[in-house]
């Protein structure tokens, strides 16, 4: 192998450990509840469960029905599904999700990440729609940071508050970014689309791009603000002991002296969706200002949401 490739296959080995992409096998290893009932995952304070579809190759895969809406009703389940990548399922994760039913697979992932963990691996007849949404450069940076192996540089580029930093300015571009916002648009209205089936969609980690847009449907759908925060939350929830194990498995190869660096990259925090919610409300006055104006979503495409997906 010429030292480019070696050089390539240690970067994409870097970025598979920091952004949660592991071979199928090493999931079984990493996330040992993956094949338990939602209710460990369960906060105390909240009320309605998550509803947890348990995978192998995957671990923050749900159903985004459940939720009760301010105006008295109930979000559906069944119709809609939130996850990270589907790239490494095993054959019993295929299984699992063809049971689902689903019609339509949405990929937030940049092609660089595709690359690098692969394409969906889905049921036969379901092929996923690709639709990037910008990551700011995150992926890539990540993939220098973990392959030059140096400690100084690692610091230099992720620490003192810059990965924070990083992960606000990529949430602020849900708002401000044109491309960005027509990619969620199209996923809400297909949603909306009452004739369309169950939808699934996902980016890397199920936590940035995937926890945005479900947030914006959930309150869109007369959600409480406060339990559409929970469910962007919970990703920690779901995530916390493989990307444990991820950052122990970084440290033991010698890729990183310090990968408690890659905390602020792996963890959703309220300092994000508030970074995202603040630069909404200077941008369009207000979240419904961010769905008609921002996301160029009518009255009419509002209703048909409430219709099908409220009952």
């Known amino acids: 192998m010429s030292r480019a490739r070696i050089r390539l296959a240690t970067a994409a080995a870097a970025a598979a450990l920091a952004i949660g992409t592991l071979p199928a096998s090493a999931y079984a290893a990493a996330a040992p509840g993956a094949g338990v009932s939602a209710r460990h995952h369960q906060s105390h304070q909240q009320t309605e469960p ?12 749900r159903d985004l029905g459940g939720y009760r ?14 996850s990270d990548a589907l790239s490494k399922l095993t054959d019993a994760d295929v299984t699992t999700v063809s049971g689902l039913g689903l019609t339509k697979v949405v990929d937030f992932r ?15 007849g379901l092929t ?8 700011l450069g995150l992926y890539g940076t990540l993939v ?26 990529i949430y602020r571009t849900f708002v401000t970014s044109p491309e960005n916002r027509a990619q969620f648009a199209a996923t809400l209205r297909e949603i909306a689309d009452g004739s369309q089936g169950p939808i699934l969609y996902h980016c890397t980690s199920g936590k940035d791009r995937t926890g945005w847009t479900s947030y914006v449907l959930l309150r869109a759908l007369a959600v ?8 962007y939350l919970e990703s920690n929830t779901f995530r ?12 033991q190869s010698g890729r990183m002296q ?15 969706l508030d970074a995202a919610t603040t630069q909404m409300e200077a941008d369009y006055g207000s979240f419904y200002g961010y769905l008609t104006q921002g996301l160029g979503l009518d009255l009419r495409t509002l209703a048909k949401l409430q219709k099908k997906m409220v009952r």
Do not use: C, F, H
């Open 224 to 231: 409480p603000e406060d339990t559409a925060e929970r469910d």
């Open 50 to 61: 998550i509803r947890q579809i348990p995978l192998q190759g995957a671990v923050n895969v």
């Open 144 to 169: 220098g940071a973990i392959a030059s192996g140096d400690p100084v540089t690692q610091e230099q580029m992720l620490g003192g508050g810059r990965a924070e930093a990083y992960m606000r300015d």
């Open 240 to 251: 916390a002991a493989y990307d444990a194990r991820l950052r122990a498995g970084l440290k």
């Open 128 to 135: 996923p729609t690709s639709r990037p949404v910008s990551d």
């Open 258 to 272: 310090n990968p408690d660096l890659l905390i602020p990259l792996q963890e959703v925090r309220q300092d994000y």
């Open 69 to 82: 809406t301010w105006t008295g009703g109930t979000v559906r389940q069944g119709l809609v599904y939130r």
């Open 110 to 124: 940049i092609p660089m990440e595709l690359q690098y963990d692969g394409a969906d691996r889905l049921p036969p």
